[in-house]
Structures are given as structure tokens and as C-alpha cells.
T-cell receptor, first 111, second 114 residues
Framework: SQQGEEDPQALSIQEGENATMNCSYK?????LQWYRQNSGRGLVHLIL?????REKHSGRLRVTLDTSKKSSSLLITASRAADTASYFC???????????FGKGTRLSVIA | NAGVTQTPKFQVLKTGQSMTLQCAQD?????MSWYRQDPGMGLRLIHY???????DQGEVPNGYNVSRSTTEDFPLRLLSAAPSQTSVYFC?????????????FGPGTRLTVL
């Protein structure tokens, strides 16, 4: 069964606004990752946050991790139409175990 | 580097037919995996391999076989295709170990079983 659950399932915002997506998971993790998928394409890795980290930044992306609540959030600032995609969180309990994906959040950024 | 490649991109099968989805990577990654993606279901793990000669089952292995004779290749075999196997299939790879958790995905194979 899926480990991560993203919320909301779908999000529609205007260009320039911030987009926040949340992910909750069930068991202890080694790291949590966010991936992006454009329609009809494979997934692309965005950012990884380890269990001993609380916040990480990469360009317009900000990820937080709260292991006590078993949750993570992905913030995309100053969104662009090109950010329109599905976003998935994935968790790993160790380096050699499979990544387990959530069902994703569909983000639509309207120009 | 080509990264992770998958063939074919599209395939239509009739119920009961068998076929092999090909996956190859040129990054010398030890870890490879197969996922299927269905609408509203996210990605579900079918099989994975932590190195040549080693494979293991994921969440939804029934109806699929894998083998890993080389580091580069990880084919997925459908033994007797069923309409329930209509899906988009993604192959992925990563280095094993704590520092190599970023997973690289292929472009996917869209399979329809009639």
C-alpha cells in the first residue's frame, strides 16, 4: 500500500502565487523526496530531505519535514505556468529499500 | 549518457499474449525497479533489484516476471497479458547505499491490453 498521501489532490492557482502541497506518511523514514511529472512523461527528481533535516531549499522550492507528525510540505514560490504538473512525494526507509510513492497532487498554474 | 531508456514507448496486446518491456541504464546503477501508474493511483512498485542476479517483489508483482543478468538491463515480462495490466510502466534506477537515493526514471511504456 502507498506510504505517502499528498494533499490536496488538485490545486489551481494564478501565476505568481505560491503553491503548497502536503505529504503525510505512516512509518519511519530515512529520507523523503519530491518528484515532478509533466503530462505523459517520466518523473523528475526535485529535492530530497533526510530524516535529520527540518528544512531544505532549492531555487523556488522549499521543503519542510516534521518527523514527529510524519509530514512534509513542498512550497513553490512565485509559480509559473511551466510549473503545471503532478507532484509526488516518495519515502525511503533506507538506501537499499524501494521508494514508495503517494498518489500525487495535480498543480495547475493559470497564466 | 542516455540515462534510463525504455522500449517500446507504446504497445497494444491481446489478452493472453506475452511480451517483454525493456529497460536499460548507462549510469552503472546497482538498483533498478519497475512501477506501474494508473489514473488516481500514483506509482505502485512491481519488482525491484539491488544488483545483478538479485530481484525482489514489490507491491503488485502478480502477472509479471523480472530477471537481472547484467547491471545495465532489467526487463519486465508479462506472462499472459490481462486487461487489468493496461497501464503506463516506468523503469527507474539509482545507486544503492545511503548517499544515492535520487531515482532516475525512464520515459515510460504505455501498454494497452484488449
Amino acid at each position: 500500500s502507498q506510504q505517502g498521501e499528498e494533499d490536496p489532490q488538485a490545486l489551481s492557482i494564478q501565476e505568481g502565487e505560491n503553491a503548497t502541497m502536503n505529504c503525510s506518511y505512516k512509518t519511519s523514514i530515512n529520507n523523503l523526496q519530491w518528484y515532478r511529472q509533466n503530462s505523459g512523461r517520466g518523473l523528475v527528481h526535485l529535492i530530497l530531505i533526510r530524516s535529520n533535516e527540518r528544512e531544505k531549499h532549492s531555487g523556488r522550492l522549499r521543503v519542510t519535514l516534521d518527523t514527529s507528525k510524519k509530514s512534509s510540505s513542498l512550497l513553490i514560490t512565485a509559480s509559473r505556468a511551466a510549473d503545471t504538473a503532478s507532484y509526488f512525494c516518495a519515502t525511503s526507509s533506507s538506501g537499499n529499500t524501494p521508494l514508495v510513492f503517494g498518489k500525487g497532487t495535480r498543480l495547475s498554474v493559470i497564466a | 549518457n542516455a540515462g534510463v531508456t525504455q522500449t517500446p514507448k507504446f504497445q497494444v496486446l491481446k489478452t493472453g499474449q506475452s511480451m517483454t518491456l525493456q529497460c536499460a541504464q548507462d549510469m552503472n546503477h546497482e538498483y533498478m525497479s519497475w512501477y506501474r501508474q494508473d489514473p488516481g493511483m500514483g506509482l505502485r512498485l512491481i519488482h525491484y533489484s539491488v544488483g545483478a542476479g538479485i530481484t525482489d517483489q514489490g507491491e503488485v508483482p502478480n502477472g509479471y516476471n523480472v530477471s537481472r543478468s547484467t547491471t545495465e538491463d532489467f526487463p519486465l515480462r508479462l506472462l499472459s497479458a490481462a486487461p487489468s495490466q493496461t497501464s503506463v510502466y516506468f523503469c527507474a534506477s539509482k545507486t544503492s547505499g545511503g548517499g544515492g537515493d535520487t531515482q532516475y526514471f525512464g520515459p515510460g511504456t504505455r501498454l494497452t491490453v484488449l
